[in-house]
Nanobody, 126 residues
Framework: QVQLVESGGGLVQTGGSLRLSCAAS????????MAWFRQAPRKEREFVAA????????YDTDSVKGRFTISRDNARNTVYLQMNSLKPEDTAVYYC???????????????????WGQGTQVTVSS
C-alpha cells in the first residue's frame, strides 16, 4: 500500500519560511518523479514544483521561482519543499504526489500522477 505523508505546514507571517516534508512508503521511491501541488480556497489545484527521480532536474512554477526549492533524499524516501519569503497568496493546502516514467511535459498536470498525499495546510498571515 502506497502512502505519501506530508508534514511541516503551519501558520507563518509574511516573509517567513517553512519546510514541508513528504515521507513515502510502499513504492520504489528512488524510481518515481515527485512533485508538490497546492490548492487555495475556491481555486483549482495547481502545480508548484517537481523533481526527477535522480534529483538531478527540478521544475517550478513562475510564482515560486527564487523562493521555493524542491529537493529529495532517496535514502530517506522523502521529498522536501523549502519555502522562503512566503506571501499571503501562498496560503493553500500543499500536496505531494508521485508519478512513474512521465515525460517532463506531463509533470505539470495533476491528472498524470499516480499517488497523492493527504495534504498539509500552509497559512501565511499579512
Amino acid at each position: 500500500q502506497v502512502q505519501l505523508v506530508e508534514s511541516g505546514g503551519g501558520l507563518v507571517q509574511t516573509g517567513g519560511s517553512l519546510r514541508l516534508s513528504c515521507a513515502a512508503s510502499g513504492l520504489a521511491f528512488a524510481t518515481y518523479d515527485m512533485a508538490w501541488f497546492r490548492q487555495a480556497p475556491r481555486k483549482e489545484r495547481e502545480f508548484v514544483a517537481a523533481i526527477r527521480w535522480s534529483g538531478g532536474t527540478t521544475y517550478d512554477t513562475d510564482s515560486v521561482k527564487g523562493r521555493f526549492t524542491i529537493s529529495r533524499d532517496n535514502a530517506r524516501n522523502t521529498v522536501y519543499l523549502q519555502m522562503n519569503s512566503l506571501k499571503p497568496e501562498d496560503t493553500a493546502v500543499y500536496y505531494c504526489a508521485a508519478v512513474y516514467g512521465a515525460h517532463s511535459s506531463k509533470l505539470y498536470r495533476q491528472a498524470n500522477y499516480n499517488y497523492w498525499g493527504q495534504g498539509t495546510q500552509v497559512t501565511v498571515s499579512s
